[in-house]
C-alpha cells in the first residue's frame, strides 16, 4: 500500500515538471565554454546543488519560508547540460506561479551563478532575463582620483606660466642690445661723396663741420 502511494505521488509530481509546461522554465548552461580544461561533469550532485539554489532563493520570497530541495523538479535533462525545472507548493500539488519563481531567481542570480563559477551567459535561465551586476567598487577613492586630476592641471599651467615669463624677459632684454648693435653699426659706416670718404654722422652726440664755423665762434671763450 505505501509503495503505491509512493509511486502514485512520484507519478503525479513527474506530471507537473514537462516541458514546457505552465510555470516551468528551461535551463541551458555551457560548462566547457565558461570553464575549459577546468569543466567539471553535470551530475546528480550538481543537480542538488541547483534545487538547493533554487529553493534557497524561493526562501527569500514573502510567505514562501518553508520551500525545501524536494519542492524543486528537474526533468528533461540532457548531456548538454539543458533541463526544466519548477517549484512545486509545499501544501498542494501545483506548481508555484512563475512570477514568483522569475522574481526569486533575479533576485538571487549572482549567487547561483558563483555556486557553479558561471555568468548569465554560461548559465542561461530561458524566459528570465539577466539582472546586471551592481558596478565594482573601485580601488582606489573617487575624490583621490579627482584631486589628482586638478593638481595635474594646476601644475601644467604654472608650469606654461614660467615658460611664458621667461621667454618674455628673454624678448625684453633682447630688443635694447639689438638696437645698440644697430646703432654702432651705423656710426661706424663710411659714406663716399664725390669720390671723398665721409664720415657719417653722430646721431647721438652731433658732429660740427668745421668749413662753415666763424672766426668768432672758434675764438669765443668758455
Known amino acids: 500500500m505505501l509503495w503505491l502511494l509512493f509511486f502514485l505521488v512520484t507519478?503525479?509530481?513527474?506530471?507537473?515538471?514537462?516541458?514546457?509546461?505552465?510555470?516551468?522554465?528551461?535551463v541551458r548552461l555551457s560548462i566547457r565554454t565558461a570553464l575549459g580544461d577546468k569543466a567539471y561533469a553535470w551530475d546528480t550532485n550538481e543537480e542538488y546543488l541547483f534545487k538547493a539554489m533554487v529553493a534557497f532563493s524561493m526562501r527569500k520570497v514573502p510567505?514562501?519560508?518553508?520551500?525545501?530541495?524536494?519542492?524543486?523538479?528537474?526533468?528533461?535533462?540532457?548531456?548538454?547540460?539543458?533541463?526544466?525545472?519548477?517549484?512545486?507548493?509545499?501544501?498542494?500539488?501545483?506548481?508555484?506561479?512563475?512570477?514568483?519563481?522569475?522574481?526569486a531567481i533575479r533576485m538571487n542570480r549572482n549567487r547561483i551563478n558563483n555556486a557553479f563559477f558561471l555568468n548569465d551567459q554560461t548559465l542561461e535561465f530561458v524566459r528570465i532575463?539577466?539582472?546586471?551586476?551592481?558596478?565594482?567598487?573601485?580601488?582606489?577613492?573617487?575624490?583621490?582620483?579627482?584631486f589628482g586630476v586638478i593638481f595635474c592641471i594646476v601644475l601644467v599651467a604654472t608650469m606654461l606660466l614660467i615658460l611664458s615669463g621667461i621667454q618674455q624677459h628673454r624678448r625684453k632684454n633682447k630688443g635694447p642690445s639689438e638696437m645698440e648693435d644697430t646703432e654702432d653699426k651705423c656710426?661706424?659706416?663710411?659714406?663716399?661723396?664725390?669720390?671723398i670718404p665721409c664720415?657719417?654722422?653722430?646721431?647721438?652726440?652731433?658732429?660740427?663741420n668745421d668749413t662753415f664755423v666763424t672766426e668768432d665762434e672758434r675764438l669765443t671763450p668758455l
Open 11 to 26: 507519478a503525479i509530481r513527474a506530471d507537473l515538471c514537462q516541458p514546457d509546461a505552465e510555470n516551468a522554465f528551461k
Open 63 to 103: 510567505n514562501r519560508e518553508t520551500t525545501e530541495i524536494f519542492h524543486v523538479l528537474l526533468c528533461n535533462v540532457t548531456q548538454r547540460v539543458s533541463f526544466w525545472f519548477v517549484v512545486t507548493n509545499p501544501s498542494r500539488n501545483h506548481t508555484l506561479p512563475a512570477v514568483e519563481v522569475q522574481s
Open 129 to 146: 532575463p539577466s539582472t546586471l551586476a551592481p558596478p565594482p567598487d573601485p580601488t582606489v577613492p573617487i575624490w583621490i582620483i579627482i
Open 187 to 195: 656710426e661706424n659706416v663710411i659714406t663716399i661723396e664725390n669720390g
Open 199 to 208: 664720415d657719417a654722422l653722430d646721431m647721438k652726440g652731433g658732429h660740427i
